[in-house]
């Protein structure tokens, strides 16, 4: 079955502590992307990726670092600088960035206490 | 500055109604519009896609209408289904490759 992975479904982090959460498609696909979603907000795309070895920020990078060193898997690492850290994190993938359309993830729900 | 609007929120229905629900963006100049749905606690379905040069598109009882010269897009559904019952966002793709995401309706289909 071809398709997006996150894990873990839920997870909880005491505040302070960084944590990462996963992201891996079997898709063949170039550009990966997170994205984190509130409640009554749309998504916002905190960092993408265009290929391997290469990532950029999006509007909300602050507090958060990726890493590409594989095509199938795109990490994010919640730092302990974001500032408000609880949220439901979404990782999308696409054939290239541009206007393809995007595959999502289940999603990771982060609670931070 | 680019944005994606929907209205409304949350929208309630009785099984077997026709609905529409609406997207409205600031900017005409866009690439694409894709539609989601979104069960809670869960990730993106999409549904559909259209192209900056069409008009529509349809799969089953969805039908999606773009009209670019008044920033608007809808998602018609017909003999609506409380299976149908999620949130249905929209997301706008702009020429610089920004994509921007609505806030979603959220609808509920009575039995």
């Known amino acids: 079955d071809g398709g997006i992975t996150q894990s873990p479904k839920y997870l909880f982090r005491k505040e302070g502590q960084n944590v990462t959460l996963s992201c891996e498609q079997n898709l063949n696909h170039d550009a990966m992307y997170w994205y984190r979603q509130d409640p009554g907000q749309g998504l916002r795309l905190i960092y993408y990726s265009q290929i391997v070895n290469d990532f950029q920020k999006g509007d909300i990078a602050e507090g958060y670092s990726v890493s590409r060193e594989k095509k199938e898997s795109f990490p994010l690492t919640v730092t302990s600088a974001q500032k408000n850290p609880t949220a439901f994190y979404l990782c999308a993938s696409s054939i290239r960035r541009g206007g393809y359309e995007q595959y999502f993830g289940p999603g990771t729900r982060l609670t931070v206490t | 500055k680019q944005e994606v609007t929907q209205i409304p929120a949350a929208l309630s229905v009785p099984e077997g109604e026709n609905l529409v629900l609406n997207c409205s963006f600031t900017d005409s100049a866009i690439y694409n519009l894709q539609w989601f749905r979104q069960d809670p606690g869960k990730g993106l379905t999409s549904l559909l896609l259209?192209?900056?040069?069409?008009r529509e598109q349809t799969s089953g009882r969805l039908n999606a209408s773009l009209d670019k010269s008044s920033g608007r897009s809808t998602l018609y559904i017909a003999a609506s289904q409380p299976g149908d019952s999620a949130t249905y966002l929209c997301?706008?793709?702009?020429?610089?490759?920004?994509?921007?995401f609505g806030a979603g309706t959220r609808l509920t289909v009575k039995p």
């Open positions: 259209i192209q900056s040069s069409q």
């Open positions: 997301a706008v793709r702009f020429p610089n490759n920004d994509m921007r």
